[in-house]
């Protein structure tokens, strides 16, 4: 079955980075766009960035435009997310989505994201 794992969260200060990657198995990884959501406590799941098919088309929420980046790998099955110059409210937890049928898509159970000093 369709199976998405995050991996990478972890506790770093304002200003500091990580990269969160998301393993996919389970269906033809290559043939689908893939997403990044965020949720913090109390607000609803934002997306963060996505990335089509290919790689070549990205895109962005506006609050981590320059900090951000979203990439793939087709031969991996795995899309990431290189995140720099984090801030205080980029903490949420972390999900990678994949548009599969379905009413909902694929969602992995998500990686938390800390920023605090």
């Known amino acids: 079955q369709v199976q998405l794992v995050e991996s990478g969260g972890g506790l770093v200060q304002p200003g500091g980075s990580l990269r969160l990657s998301c393993a996919a198995s389970?269906?033809?990884?290559?043939?689908?766009?893939m997403s990044w959501y965020r949720q913090a406590p109390g607000k609803e799941r934002e997306l963060v960035a996505d990335?089509?098919?290919?790689?070549?088309?990205?895109n962005y929420r506006d609050s981590v435009k320059g900090r951000f980046t979203v990439s793939r790998d087709n031969d991996k099955n795995t899309v990431f997310l290189e995140m720099n110059s984090l801030k205080l409210e980029d903490t949420a937890v972390y999900y990678c989505?994949?548009?599969?049928?379905?009413?909902?898509?694929?969602w992995g159970q998500g990686t938390q994201v800390t920023v605090s000093s």
């Open positions: 389970g269906f033809t990884f290559s043939s689908y766009p």
């Open positions: 989505k994949a548009p599969t049928p379905g009413p909902y898509g694929s």
């Open positions: 990335i089509s098919v290919a790689g070549r088309r990205t």
